[in-house]
Every structure is written in structure tokens, then in C-alpha cells.
């Protein structure tokens, strides 16, 4: 029997069930099942088809009841039960190869509720938000996900000329997405080869690409997260969803801009899943020479006087002193120091970007032994090996120990296992 996509439309009936009976329709339409999921509170209001999971189940997997909600009158509370609840019932109904994409539409409640529901279902399932905080600061929603959001451009409050032509695309969109998404997962082979994380940016791509390069021949697929915030959150992410084999995290950059206020901070825990999660690591300091910012004019009055490079002109970077260099050295060995994971620190000594070359803008030996003799007094005496290389970052021969590094500790620890 073949497999029909299913598309899941998560959504509050009881303020948006006119919308959704009319989406509902335009779904199927593409000839895409729909499974409605209830995440309201109320009763529904303007829904006169069946509903697939409702609001008893939803606070059920949220674990706590309708009526509960109702009495306790907390919109908050209640918003987040249903985030909670709905993220379950996906789960589950994904876990049976009974989902192919989900479809959510509202204003900062409903966004809230499935952004929160769709947060952790796996990358590569479609997952199209359409809401009335797209046009703004939309990080809360997508997270290190691969949420696609659509500007509803005019409130879901009914459906009119405007918003029959926005959520149309959105149902037309998610029901092409189902039918693509369904088709591969019918035809693909699965690829059972571990798998690696690794961080990367513009300044130690030669570094990354061929670690890759050499791990591909040993046998490894290697997933590259650019270390913008948003990468290296998505990396910490999947350090701890139980799926890598190991992180050759070379590209630690993050660090920096979470240290000194740059514009590409992954917050205060990255470099922590892996070792919390007994993944194997190899971390190198690549890039920690820098901090990040957007255009010149953007950078904030406090650091003139600083060393600066226009990258180009929506990025300006900017050198890190000996002192901040000091205390990242001390950061990254704390971090370190404190993984349960079997874990390789690699020093470059001849530089950790392609601006920290010698000769280069951001040349400072006085910042880089800073940072080499804190990390280096941060992880002695413990469980750290640390491997002190002369090599520039981006040396093929320093990408490859990288590499072999890592796979000596994904080979030891298999064999424990």
C-alpha cells in the first residue's frame, strides 16, 4: 500500500478554527492527508471537521489536563503546556511514519506553541510556521532548527483577500514539501556511516575541508556547522542527541563573540554537549582571534581604537587583546577539563585563522601565547590530551592529525563499548 503524506496542522481551534477548516481544505486539495492536532485551550470555534488529537490528548502529553488549564487561567502556563504537549504527540506520531511535514499558523502565541512543538523533531522534516512575528527578530522561533517561517503580512484573523493568498502559498508549500519529503524517504538507502560534526568559518575552511577530506577515507560522513551562532548552537544540539560518532571542533570562535559581545555568540554553553554527552572530541582555537560585528558603522562607540578588518561590508571583525585571549584560554579549559568525553585539545602554534598568519592583520604573538599558556594551564592535570603542534591551523598536516586524533578516540571508545 502506498504511503499518502501527512501533513500535521498544529494550531488553536478555538481562536483560529475558521483559518485552519479553510487550510485544512487546501492541504488536501494537494492531495496531502492532513492530521489535525487541537493545541487550544477553549472549545473549538469555526472547526466542524474531525480533529485528530485534541486538546485532552495535548495536556495529556503535556502532563496535566484541559480542565486544569482552564481553572488555573495562566495564558503563559498554558501556551507553554501546549508547546510541551504537542511536541509529544509529533513525536510520537513521526516515531510511527505517520508525519511528513507540519504546518502551524497564529501570532506570538500560536508561533510560540509551534516553534516550541516542532523545536526537536528531526532536520530534513518539513516545518512551515506562518506567523505575524516573521518580520522581525525570529531566532526564539527557529532556534537550530530548520523551521521555514512566512510572514502572514496581515493578521490570521479570518480569511480575506490577503490572507487567502499567504496561507494558499503556505498550504501549497507544505504540501509540495510532504510529497517531496515522502518520496525520498521512500526511496533512500540508509547511509549507516558515523557520523562527525565539525565547526568551520570563512577563516579555517583549508583546516575543515581537509580533516573532511581525510575522514571521508576513513570511512566517516562529516556534517560542517558554520560557527555563526545559530551553527554552533545546531552543532551543540546534535552533540547531544546521540547520533555523532564524534566533533572535530576546530572553530571555536563563538566563544569570543559570547565573551567580549559580538554579534555570533552560540550563548555561555557552547563546547559543552559533546563532553556532557561522552562524544569524543578533538578542539582546536580556531578563530578565537576574532570577535564579530556587522557593518563598520555598526560597531559599538566602546571598542574604537581597536584592531579592526572589514571582512566585507555587512562584517567587521576585530582582534581580540591579550587579555581576552587570556580568558577564552581559560573558558575553552574549563570546558574542556570538565568533559566526561574522551578529549584531544590541538594547539596551532602558528596561528588559529587565516588572519592570524604571520604577516597578516591580525598577527599578534603576545594575544596568541596569552591564549596558548592559559588553555595549556587550565587543562593540566587532567584527563585532556593536549597535542602542541608549531603547524598554522589551516596546515593540511595539522587538519590531518585533527582527523586521525579523532578517529583513534572513536575507534578506543567503540572498543570499550
Same mark, same amino acid.
Given at each position: 500500500?502506498?504511503?499518502?503524506?501527512?501533513?500535521?496542522?498544529?494550531?488553536?481551534?478555538?481562536?483560529?478554527?475558521?483559518?485552519?477548516?479553510?487550510?485544512?481544505?487546501?492541504?488536501?486539495?494537494?492531495?496531502?492527508?492532513?492530521?489535525?492536532?487541537?493545541?487550544?485551550?477553549?472549545?473549538?470555534?469555526?472547526?466542524?471537521?474531525?480533529?485528530?488529537?485534541?486538546?485532552?490528548?495535548?495536556?495529556?502529553?503535556?502532563?496535566?489536563?484541559?480542565?486544569?488549564?482552564?481553572?488555573?487561567?495562566?495564558?503563559?502556563?498554558?501556551?507553554?503546556?501546549?508547546?510541551?504537549?504537542?511536541?509529544?504527540?509529533?513525536?510520537?506520531?513521526?516515531?510511527?511514519?505517520?508525519?511528513?511535514?507540519?504546518?502551524?499558523?497564529?501570532?506570538?502565541?500560536?508561533?510560540?506553541?509551534?516553534?516550541?512543538?516542532?523545536?526537536?523533531?528531526?532536520?530534513?522534516?518539513?516545518?512551515?510556521?506562518?506567523?505575524?512575528? @516573521?518580520?522581525?527578530?525570529?531566532?526564539?522561533?527557529?532556534?537550530?532548527?530548520?523551521?521555514?517561517?512566512?510572514?502572514?503580512?496581515?493578521?490570521?484573523?479570518?480569511?480575506?483577500?490577503?490572507?487567502?493568498?499567504?496561507?494558499?502559498?503556505?498550504?501549497?508549500?507544505?504540501?509540495?514539501?510532504?510529497?517531496?519529503?515522502?518520496?525520498?524517504?521512500?526511496?533512500?538507502?540508509?547511509?549507516?556511516?558515523?557520523?562527525?560534526?565539525?565547526?568551520?568559518?570563512?577563516?579555517?575552511?583549508?583546516?575543515?575541508?581537509?580533516?573532511?577530506?581525510?575522514?571521508?577515507?576513513?570511512?566517516?560522513?562529516?556534517?560542517?556547522?558554520? @560557527?555563526?551562532?545559530?551553527?554552533?548552537?545546531?552543532?551543540?544540539?546534535?552533540?547531544?542527541?546521540?547520533?555523532?560518532?564524534?566533533?572535530?571542533?576546530?572553530?571555536?570562535?563563538?566563544?569570543?563573540?559570547?565573551?567580549?559581545?559580538?554579534?555570533?555568540?552560540?550563548?555561555?554553553?557552547?563546547?559543552?554537549? @559533546?563532553?556532557?554527552?561522552?562524544?569524543?572530541?578533538?578542539?582546536?582555537?580556531?578563530?578565537?582571534?576574532?570577535?564579530?560585528?556587522?557593518?563598520?558603522?555598526?560597531?559599538?562607540? @566602546?571598542?574604537?581604537?581597536?584592531?579592526?578588518?572589514?571582512?566585507?561590508?555587512?562584517?567587521?571583525?576585530?582582534?581580540?587583546?591579550?587579555?581576552?585571549?587570556?580568558?577564552?584560554?581559560?573558558?575553552?579549559?574549563?570546558?574542556?577539563?570538565?568533559?566526561?568525553?574522551?578529549?584531544?585539545?590541538?594547539?596551532?602554534?602558528?596561528?588559529?585563522?587565516?588572519?592570524?598568519?604571520?604577516?597578516?592583520?591580525?598577527?599578534?604573538?603576545?594575544?596568541?601565547?596569552?591564549?596558548?599558556?592559559?588553555?595549556?594551564?587550565?587543562?593540566?592535570?587532567?584527563?585532556?590530551?593536549?597535542?602542541?603542534?608549531?603547524?598554522?591551523?589551516?596546515?593540511?598536516?595539522?587538519?590531518?592529525?585533527?582527523?586521525?586524533?579523532?578517529?583513534?578516540?572513536?575507534?578506543?571508545?567503540?572498543?570499550?563499548?
Amino acid at each position: 500500500m502506498t504511503h499518502r503524506p501527512t501533513v500535521a496542522l498544529v494550531g488553536t481551534l478555538d481562536t483560529k478554527g475558521v483559518e485552519y477548516q479553510w487550510i485544512a481544505e487546501q492541504v488536501e486539495r494537494h492531495g496531502v492527508a492532513v492530521h489535525i492536532v487541537d493545541a487550544g485551550i477553549r472549545e473549538p470555534h469555526g472547526f466542524d471537521r474531525s480533529i485528530d488529537t485534541d486538546q485532552d490528548a495535548v495536556a495529556e502529553a503535556a502532563g496535566t489536563t484541559i480542565d486544569a488549564l482552564r481553572s488555573a487561567d495562566d495564558r503563559g502556563a498554558a501556551v507553554t503546556a501546549a508547546g510541551e504537549g504537542t511536541a509529544e504527540v509529533l513525536a510520537a506520531l513521526h516515531a510511527a511514519g505517520g508525519l511528513d511535514g507540519v504546518l502551524a499558523v497564529g501570532g506570538s502565541g500560536g508561533s510560540s506553541i509551534a516553534a516550541r512543538a516542532v523545536r526537536d523533531m528531526p532536520i530534513g522534516l518539513p516545518k512551515l510556521i506562518v506567523s505575524t512575528m @516573521a518580520s522581525g527578530d525570529v531566532s526564539p522561533y527557529v532556534g537550530a532548527s530548520d523551521v521555514t517561517l512566512m510572514y502572514s503580512v496581515v493578521d490570521i484573523a479570518g480569511i480575506n483577500q490577503l490572507s487567502r493568498a499567504v496561507l494558499g502559498n503556505a498550504a501549497a508549500a507544505i504540501a509540495a514539501m510532504a510529497v517531496e519529503h515522502s518520496t525520498r524517504r521512500s526511496a533512500e538507502t540508509p547511509d549507516d556511516r558515523p557520523l562527525i560534526a565539525a565547526s568551520m568559518f570563512g577563516v579555517t575552511t583549508p583546516a575543515v575541508d581537509a580533516a573532511r577530506e581525510r575522514l571521508d577515507d576513513l570511512g566517516y560522513e562529516v556534517l560542517v556547522f558554520h @560557527a555563526t551562532g545559530s551553527g554552533g548552537q545546531a552543532l551543540e544540539s546534535l552533540a547531544r542527541s546521540g547520533m555523532l560518532a564524534g566533533v572535530l571542533d576546530l572553530t571555536t570562535t563563538e566563544l569570543a563573540d559570547d565573551l567580549v559581545g559580538g554579534v555570533l555568540s552560540a550563548g555561555p554553553e557552547r563546547l559543552t554537549a @559533546a563532553g556532557a554527552s561522552s562524544v569524543p572530541q578533538v578542539v582546536s582555537l580556531g578563530a578565537l582571534d576574532m570577535v564579530n560585528f556587522g557593518p563598520r558603522e555598526s560597531v559599538p562607540a @566602546a571598542f574604537e581604537g581597536r584592531d579592526f578588518f572589514v571582512h566585507n561590508p555587512t562584517v567587521t571583525l576585530m582582534r581580540t587583546t591579550a587579555d581576552e585571549s587570556a580568558e577564552l584560554g581559560r573558558r575553552v579549559a574549563a570546558k574542556l577539563a570538565a568533559a566526561a568525553a574522551p578529549t584531544v585539545l590541538m594547539l596551532p602554534r602558528g596561528g588559529v585563522s587565516a588572519l592570524d598568519a604571520p604577516g597578516q592583520p591580525f598577527a599578534d604573538a603576545e594575544a596568541d601565547r596569552a591564549l596558548f599558556a592559559a588553555v595549556t594551564d587550565g587543562v593540566a592535570g587532567s584527563s585532556v590530551t593536549t597535542i602542541d603542534l608549531p603547524d598554522h591551523i589551516n596546515d593540511a598536516s595539522f587538519a590531518v592529525r585533527a582527523a586521525d586524533e579523532l578517529h583513534t578516540l572513536i575507534t578506543a571508545q567503540r572498543k570499550r563499548n
